[in-house]
C-alpha cells in the first residue's frame, strides 16, 4: 500500500495539528498502523499505533493525553490528532502500515509514507 502523509506545519507552542495518512489500497482497513516521528538528529521514534479491525490504539508516554490517533477506513484514512503542542515535538512525521499485529518493532512495518514536517516553534 502506498501512504501519504499530509498536514504538518509550523504551530507556536500549545497549538494543535491534525496529521493525515491515507493509503492507496481498498484494503487499507486490514492493515494495522502506526505513527513515527524522527527529530534532526535523533532515532526515529514510535509514537503511536492502531490496530485492525478493532481501533484499539497505544502511545507512548510523551504524548498520552495529547497526541489522538483515529481512523475512518471508509476513506482509507487515518488521522493524528495532536493538542498542546510542545518544541519538543518537532521532527518529520510518519506513518506506516503492517498486517501481521499491532504495534510491531518499527522495522516490522511493510509500507512508509514520505513524512511530513512539524515545527513547533514561537
Known amino acids: 500500500v502506498q501512504l501519504v502523509e499530509s498536514g504538518g506545519g509550523l504551530v507556536q507552542p500549545g497549538g494543535s495539528l491534525r496529521l493525515s495518512c491515507t493509503g492507496s489500497?481498498?484494503?487499507?482497513?486490514?492493515?494495522?498502523i502506526g505513527w513515527f516521528r524522527q527529530a534532526p538528529g535523533k532515532e526515529r521514534e514510535g509514537i503511536s499505533c492502531?490496530?485492525?479491525?478493532?481501533?484499539?490504539?497505544h502511545y507512548t508516554d510523551s504524548v498520552k493525553g495529547r497526541f489522538t490517533f483515529s481512523r475512518d477506513d471508509a476513506k482509507n484514512t487515518a488521522y493524528l490528532e495532536m493538542n498542546n503542542l510542545k518544541p519538543e515535538d518537532t521532527a518529520v512525521y510518519y506513518c506506516?502500515?503492517?498486517?501481521?499485529?499491532?504495534?510491531?518493532?518499527?522495522?516490522?512495518?511493510?509500507?512508509w509514507g514520505q513524512g511530513t514536517q512539524v515545527t513547533v516553534s514561537s
Open positions: 492502531i490496530s485492525s479491525p478493532d481501533y484499539i490504539t
Open positions: 506506516a502500515t503492517v498486517i501481521s499485529y499491532n504495534c510491531p518493532r518499527s522495522y516490522e512495518y511493510e509500507s
Open positions: 489500497k481498498w484494503a487499507f482497513k486490514t492493515y494495522h
